[in-house]
């Protein structure tokens, strides 16, 4: 088995690709793995030093939308996993121009590589985001996609190449849908390191607003684990929501860090709320969890390890906070 994982160096691929060749997707255990990630401000080589000597990893250095190397790299994979993406909501506000060639373009480039290079199944990495926000209940896969951010609109229209290239050419493309990530190796701008390591440092913490926007988080594993049973036993042109982790507000979540370091509200900052800001996202994951998905990490040990994580691995956010890309 031959598995291409794209945007491989980033938090959640690189965690993918740890995983993988660590032996713990039972059945894949001799899978070659090609890492093709761009390496933006958030892709780290780092990320992957724990597994750059398993001589079952080759990684190249390129971008999604750069058909020619595709052409090239893609021929002789059994499987493309594809994580590659501009994820920052904040930076999506702030330049939205900056990702449609990454999330949109470059997935459909993907997919018609995969369709050139009979590839035989593509799993697209996709988010909650793309519904929009919901005050009550749970989004199953049927729901329309409202997505209220440049970021979440730029996943729905790779979304949407996905359901064409599997309605229009019979491409076996396989959508989940995963909720808020958490974990090591996570980009220090998104909420949990950066409050984290700001705590880490005796720094306050940014909070949006009220702190009342509803999030649902789920450990990385569990999530990288959602996306092995797609690519196993899902269907051809179907969407997985992936989550049963923990939802709380924004200020739940900053209470139990805050309470992590023993430390209370006055390292709080209350910043002006993000605009758009979603209130609340709930999935559904009956479906997934009918082939055989369940989550494993509890939150407190999941956010207690990874707590501990970033306080034994200064270097590695310390590198990447005084970049401050
Ligand atoms: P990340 O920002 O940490 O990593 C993205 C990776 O993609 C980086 O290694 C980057 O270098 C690479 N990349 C970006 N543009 C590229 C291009 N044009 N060509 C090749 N590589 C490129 O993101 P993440 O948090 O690991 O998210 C991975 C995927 O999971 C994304 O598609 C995201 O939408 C989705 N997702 C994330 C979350 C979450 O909570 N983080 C939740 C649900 C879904």
């Keep these: 088995m031959r598995i291409l994982v794209t945007g491989g160096a980033g938090f959640i691929g690189s965690h993918y690709v740890r995983s993988l060749l660590s032996g713990r997707h039972p059945g894949y255990e001799d899978a070659q793995v090609t890492v093709l990630d761009k390496l933006t401000y958030a892709g780290n080589l780092a990320n992957l030093v724990p597994v750059v000597q398993n001589p079952r990893l080759r990684f190249v250095r390129g971008d999604i939308a750069d058909a020619r190397l595709l052409a090239e790299v893609a021929p002789g994979h059994d499987a493309i996993v594809n994580f590659a993406a501009e994820t920052h909501v904040d930076r999506s506000i702030t330049g939205p121009g900056d990702f449609v060639p990454t999330n949109v373009q470059g997935t459909q480039r993907l997919l018609q590589a995969a369709l050139d290079a009979e590839v035989r199944t593509v799993v697209q990495v996709s988010t909650d985001e793309v519904y929009g926000s919901i005050d009550a209940g749970s989004w199953t896969e049927a729901e329309p996609l409202l997505p209220n951010s440049p970021y979440s609109a730029a996943k729905a229209g790779a979304d949407l190449f996905c359901r064409a290239y599997h309605r229009t050419y019979g491409l076996d493309v396989r959508v989940t849908r995963c909720s808020n990530n958490y974990g090591p190796y996570q980009y ?73 370091f023993g430390v209370g509200w006055e390292m709080v900052s209350h910043v002006r709320d993000r605009p758009g800001h979603d209130l609340r996202y709930s999935v559904d994951s009956g479906k997934i969890r009918a082939i055989g998905y369940e989550p494993r990490v509890g939150f407190d040990e999941g956010l207690a390890e990874a707590v501990r994580w970033y306080r034994d691995n200064p270097d590695w956010w310390r590198r990447l906070k005084a970049a401050g890309r």
Excluded: M
């Excluded at 909420?191 to 999030?215: A, E, H, K, M, S």
């Excluded at 450990?219 to 989550?243: A, F, M, T, W």
């Design 188 to 260: 220090p701008e998104k909420l949990i390191p950066l409050f984290v390591t700001n705590l880490i440092d005796g720094q306050p913490v940014p909070l949006y607003g009220d702190g009342l926007n509803v999030r649902e988080w789920l450990h990385v594993d569990d999530h990288c684990r959602g996306i092995q049973l797609v690519l196993d036993k899902g269907s051809p042109g179907e969407v997985y929501n992936i989550g049963g982790g923990v939802e709380l507000t924004n200020r739940e979540l900053t209470e139990r860090l805050l309470a992590a």
